[in-house]
């Protein structure tokens, strides 16, 4: 037997057992029950102070939802999919528990504008505790970076050597990546805190409600001002997604690092045992499954972008029912971001840096090919000169197996007369990471200066 529908008065026909498949959204958004209850006490309490309900009915309202909540957390409440949503349902559950004052808690809202205050105040939680894993993982990459300030690595493009930098500098590269991360997410916080409340289902409603007031209860920082927008829109699930996609990205390309480094051609880093898996087959193997499924997760993340902006397009105002679809896309996001960051700051501190082997990978690289460029322009060479001519040196060194710090200077005076033996300080890996001595440069004290810049902002941002 059909149940009957808070809806039905208008209805001669039971709905169909398919649509009611189909259209049931109680599998993802029972999730938003908490936000849910807290929404509809704050909305309660309104009406009351309004005069639009008694006391003694808030009062019983209140106390029902209370009482719900705690029948949710022991798992014994009844939901019931044939009540379409977790709004519907917890509403139907009230009215059975309290009897009339629960029939008259949905005065002046609707479905509409109460699905949007869930949503805004679930992904406000999410939002503040992504924000703090953040700072979290930021404070763990600046420990690593100050303990490895001095560590010589190949600093690398198009994968290829490039130039000598340090550790602690490409940890301070991270650090910033996460930073922009972190910022965007405070920014997106302030349009997630409006309250759509009050909006009713498009129009707003008849009744003497205070939008203000509900907006202070919930913690949001105003109403919001047009209500077809409020119910209608949801740039703020789409500006999350679109940032956490970056973010999701930005820890792809972390991760992908680290998978790198950890591999038998680098051998740079040793991640923990406890954050890798082993092989069914092949004994010998340990593998990067943590750092591999952040960069895999990262492709949802970005997928549910896409479907948030395709949800939305087109879609006239106001509310449309194509709307209930966006709650797993934000679900989603908010998993494998949460789940991203908590395993990452874990696995962080695991990891063991191999000194000796990033010294020899940047030993052989020729990656001090620029300083000697450097130096010959010191010594009044022009630029593109002096690139012809280490570029002549590097391919001798290429074709006798040799590094440009093993070639004498009778060898070099073959390339220039401008090469003197004050050369091979330069063509050192120490003497290339401390000349690049300016903000933003690898040399330990511009790292180890970025740091403590980069710690005064995370303390300011606690
Ligand atoms: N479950 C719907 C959603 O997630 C909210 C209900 C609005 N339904 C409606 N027919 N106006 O968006």
Redesign the pocket.
């Known amino acids: 037997m059909a149940t009957t529908k808070p809806w039905g008065g208008r209805f001669s026909e039971p709905t169909h057992e398919l649509v009611e498949r189909f259209t049931q959204?109680l599998d993802w958004?029972r999730r938003l029950y908490k936000y849910d209850i807290t929404g509809s006490i704050a909305h309660a309490r309104m009406l009351a102070r309004s005069e639009i309900l008694s006391v003694d009915e808030c009062d019983s309202i209140v106390a029902g939802l209370e009482s719900i909540d705690a029948e949710i957390v022991d798992g014994g409440f009844p939901w019931s999919s044939a009540l379409?949503?977790v709004?519907m349902n917890i509403e139907a559950e009230l009215t059975a528990k309290i009897g009339e004052p629960g029939k008259k808690l949905h005065t002046g809202r609707s479905?509409?504008d109460q699905?949007a205050t869930d949503m805004r105040l679930f992904l406000r939680d999410a939002v503040d505790e992504q924000i703090h894993l953040l700072l979290v993982l930021q404070g763990l990459l600046l420990d690593v970076a100050e303990r490895e300030a001095e560590t010589p690595m190949p600093g690398v493009t198009h994968l290829q050597v490039a130039q000598p930098v340090t550790f602690g500098h490409h940890m301070m590269a991270w650090f910033q990546m996460l930073d922009r991360d972190r910022q965007r997410l405070v920014d997106a916080r302030r349009r997630i805190n409006i309250s759509p409340l009050g909006s009713a289902a498009l129009a707003g409603t008849s009744f003497g409600i205070d939008r203000e007031f509900t907006a202070r209860e919930l913690g949001f920082d105003a109403p919001s001002e047009n209500s077809l927008d409020a119910v209608s829109d949801r740039d703020f699930v789409i500006e999350y997604c679109s940032h956490a996609a970056l973010l999701a990205v930005h820890l792809s390309r972390m991760a992908e690092e680290l998978i790198l480094w950890a591999s038998e051609r680098y051998r740079f880093i040793e991640i923990g045992d406890a954050f890798c898996t082993g092989s069914s087959i092949m004994p010998q193997k340990k593998n990067p499954d943590v750092a591999e499924l952040i960069r895999g997760k990262s492709g949802g993340v970005v997928g549910n972008l896409v479907s948030m902006l395709v949800l939305v397009k087109a879609q006239p105002l106001a509310?449309n029912?194509d709307?209930?679809e966006d709650?797993s896309p934000m679900f989603d996001t908010v998993d494998a971001v949460t789940g991203s960051l908590q395993i990452f700051s874990a696995m962080l501190p695991s990891i063991e840096v191999d000194r000796e082997q990033m010294r020899s990978a940047v030993e052989n690289g020729f990656a001090t090919a620029t300083d000697l460029a450097e130096y010959l322009v010191g010594k009044g060479v022009p630029f593109r000169d002096a690139h012809e001519i280490v570029g002549k040196s590097v391919r001798y060194c290429i074709d006798n197996d040799l590094r440009l710090g093993d070639l004498s200077m009778h060898q070099f005076r073959q390339f220039s007369d401008e090469i003197g033996d004050d050369v091979y300080s330069v063509l050192t890996v120490e003497g290339s990471i401390r000349a690049r001595n300016h903000i933003g440069g690898t040399s330990p004290m511009q790292v180890r200066a970025a740091i403590s810049r980069a710690r005064k902002r995370l303390e300011a941002s606690k």
């Open positions: 959204s958004d379409e949503d709004h479905r509409n699905v509310y029912r709307n209930q709650k």
